[in-house]
Antibody
Framework: QVQLQESGPGLVKPSQTLSLTCTVSGGSISGDGYYWSWIRQHPGKGLEWIGYIYYSGSTYYNPSLKSQVTISVDTSKNQFSLKLSSVTAADTAVYYC????????????????WGQGTLVTVSS | SYVLTQPPSVSVAPGKTARITCGGNNIGSKSVSWYQQKPGQAPVVVMY???DRPSGIPERFSGSKSENTATLTISRVEAGDEADYYC???????????FGTGTKVTVL
């Protein structure tokens, strides 16, 4: 059973870059149809898709965040990562990594499983 | 951008049926997924392809959709069903994964 675990700093200063890593265990990150996603949830609010990456490296981003976001994959470590640049207080959120489900041609139809999430606070 | 609208809250007595709606323009043409999120936990998918249940999800959970509304139905509601529920679709017009506004289900 695949499990995902986020890691990274819990506090980031405004204007800096938020960096998180998701480690995949219990299965390989590489495989046909394997897309790996980042999703965030602002405190007390709903869910917002950030983007996903195919195991081969192709990336797909939320258009509203595209200028800030870079997602990369390291298949040798079974990890994928998120970088969000020029952060502000509005980027304070719980960040989840998740595996895309039913994915084909750059589109995923659900997300399962999810990591437990990690709270990142943007503050000086 | 594509918007999915859910009622903020639904209250239901134990043993009764809860229906959570997700409204979106022409949502009937899209594949809808539903998630359950309990306090302090990550979301868990409870429905995908609008009416398919993942293994481990009780048969009490079912999904349906019409032209502009998708519905998650929870039959014989239990206290453990109390949670936030989100719908989700892929919107091809904006190349974006879109989540609904979320519904808090309270078991009375």
């Amino acid at each position: 059973q695949v499990q995902l675990q986020e890691s990274g700093p819990g506090l980031v200063k405004p204007s800096q870059t938020l960096s998180l890593t998701c480690t995949v265990s219990g299965g390989s990150i590489s495989g046909d149809g394997y897309y790996w996603s980042w999703i965030r949830q602002h405190p007390g609010k709903g869910l917002e898709w950030i983007g996903y990456i195919y195991y081969s490296g192709s990336t797909y981003y939320n258009p509203s965040l595209k200028s800030q976001v870079t997602i990369s994959v390291d298949t040798s470590k079974n990890q994928f990562s998120l970088k969000l640049s020029s952060v502000t207080a509005a980027d304070t959120a719980v960040y989840y990594c998740a595996k895309g489900g039913g994915c084909t041609g750059g589109v995923c139809y659900w997300f399962d499983p999810w990591g437990q999430g990690t709270l990142v606070t943007v503050s000086s | 951008s594509y918007v999915l609208t859910q009622p903020p809250s639904v209250s239901v007595a134990p043993g009764k049926t809860a229906r959570i709606t997700c409204g979106g323009n022409n949502i009937g043409s899209k594949s809808v997924s539903w998630y359950q999120q309990k306090p302090g936990q990550a979301p868990v998918v409870v429905m995908y392809y609008h009416s398919d249940r993942p293994s481990g999800i009780p048969e009490r959970f079912s999904g349906s959709k019409s032209e502009n509304t998708a519905t998650l139905t929870i039959s014989r509601v239990e206290a453990g069903d109390e949670a936030d529920y989100y719908c989700q679709v892929w919107d091809s017009s904006s190349d974006n994964e879109v989540f609904g506004t979320g519904t808090k289900v309270t078991v009375l």
